[in-house]
C-alpha cells in the first residue's frame, strides 16, 4: 500500500466512512477527548455529517480531526474549507505525521491549524545538524510550542530532543483541546 499512494488514500477514504458510521456507538462509553484520523474528502461528506449529528446527541467531549499532509496539499482549496466547516462544529484540526523535514516547509500558522504533530524517529533526529535543528526549532516556535505534539517517543532522547526544539512538554489529551 506505501508503494501506491493514491490506492492507499482510496482505502482510507472507505475505512473513514466505517469509522465514521460505527464511532458514535462505540465512544459512549468513553469519556476522554477523542482523536480521529480522517481524509479531506471524508470531512466533505454526508457521512461526517451523519457522525456529527450522533456523536454529538450522545457527546458533549472535544474531538480532534487529524490529517495527513499528503492529503491537504493535494487540495488546499478542498482542506480550507474542511477546515473552517469542521472548526465551526467545534472540532479541532491536526496535521499529522509530519517529519522534522515537512514541518519546517509547510508553515502551520498559514495552514491555520490547531494542533501539528511530528513523529519521532531516532534515525531522523538524533546527530541532525546545526542549521536542521535551527529550521526545526524556528518552525515549532512559529506553531506555538503548546500547539505541537512529538508523537511515538520511545526514548529519553526523543524527551530531551523536544525540550531542545522549544520546550516542548508532554500534555494529556484533555490539555490539548
Known sequence: LKSDRWLFQR??????LRLLK????????????TSINLNVSSLLGGAFSGFDREFRARQSKSVIVELQPFD???????????????RAKGYKICLDALS????????????????VKIFWRTEEFVGTNEATHSDLAEAVRAAGSTRVVLSHCDDERALDFGRSLGDLRAYSTEQLV
Not at 482505502?11 to 473513514?16: A, G, H, I, V, W
Not at 491537504?72 to 469542521?86: C, Q, S
Not at 522534522?100 to 491549524?113: F, I, T
Open 11 to 16: 482505502l482510507t477514504c472507505s475505512l473513514d
Open 22 to 33: 460505527l464511532l458514535p456507538e462505540l465512544e459512549a462509553e468513553v469519556s476522554l477527548p
Open 72 to 86: 491537504v496539499i493535494a487540495d488546499m482549496e478542498a482542506f480550507g474549507f474542511a477546515r473552517n466547516l469542521a
Open 100 to 115: 522534522g523535514l515537512n514541518l519546517p516547509l509547510l508553515q502551520s500558522n498559514r495552514l491555520d491549524l490547531d494542533l
